[in-house]
């Protein structure tokens, strides 16, 4: 099992639709989880943290279920701007040489039409 | 404003030149990273500096270099001993090393020819 695990995607929705993306894990002892969003040909910048079960920040809201080792990314209300790659991002916990260094996923591909 | 500063935007080298590309940060945050990104592949970390005069090997770190003589600055150079320089270089900080939170600058675009 990869370490972190996203659907490609693309995942194509109208505008005001509610999209959602999963995205797991398999380090059980993971302890932070983070969602960057990225614009073609740009750098990632954070949209959300994920500490313990989840978080919302307006249309956005992210959810933890440790359980089953993965979290998700809800997107309501879509709008054509929030068209872009949706990297999901583990941070492992600390073990002796890791330095606890970021594990990556690949990203959704999200692309809004009107 | 506070930020990250990359530069070059894009850069065009021969092969067999060594290249290095500019990062410096005016958010006083302790750790600063390198990053590639190669098309349809995820981050892959080559080095990072907890604090100044230290850094560490990242996964990839053959054929690259590092400094971080201040806390501003983390300059990478691309030597020519990289089998496959050309890609897309991000660098990036945070508060300490070990969080999730990090700030990138705008990326250089390294094309060798």
């Known amino acids: 099992r990869k370490e972190v695990e996203q659907d490609p995607g693309p995942f194509n929705v109208p505008e005001g639709a509610t999209v959602a993306f999963n995205c797991t894990y398999s380090?059980?002892?993971?302890?932070?989880f983070f969602w960057y969003r990225q614009d073609c040909r740009k750098e990632p910048k954070l949209l959300m943290s994920?500490?313990?079960?989840?978080n919302e920040d307006g249309r956005f809201t992210a959810q933890l279920n440790r359980a089953s080792q993965y979290i998700s990314l809800l997107i309501r209300d879509s709008k054509l701007s929030d068209s872009a790659t949706y990297l999901c991002?583990?941070?492992?916990?600390?073990?002796?040489?890791?330095?606890?260094?970021?594990?990556w996923g690949l990203g959704t591909s999200l692309a809004v039409n009107p | 404003d506070g930020g990250i500063t990359q530069s070059p935007k894009y850069l065009f080298r021969k092969e067999g030149q060594n290249v290095t590309l500019s990062c410096e940060q005016n958010?006083?945050?302790?750790?600063m990273y390198w990053y590639r990104q190669d098309p349809g592949q995820g981050l892959r970390l080559i080095y990072y500096?907890?604090?100044?005069?230290?850094?560490q090997k990242g996964d990839i770190a053959e054929g690259y270099s590092v400094s971080r003589e201040k806390k501003e600055s983390f300059p990478l150079t691309v030597t020519s001993a990289q089998k496959n320089p050309t890609a897309f270089y991000l660098c990036?900080?945070?508060?300490?090393?070990?969080?999730?939170?990090?700030?990138f600058g705008e990326g250089s675009r390294l094309t060798v020819l």
């Open positions: 990036a900080s945070s508060i300490t090393q070990g969080g999730g939170e990090l700030f």
């Open positions: 958010l006083n945050h302790d750790a």
């Open positions: 500096s907890q604090i100044v005069n230290d850094f």
């Open positions: 380090n059980s002892a993971s302890q932070s």
């Open positions: 994920v500490y313990s079960s989840g």
């Open positions: 991002v583990v941070n492992p916990p600390l073990r002796a040489g890791n330095n606890r260094k970021l594990i």
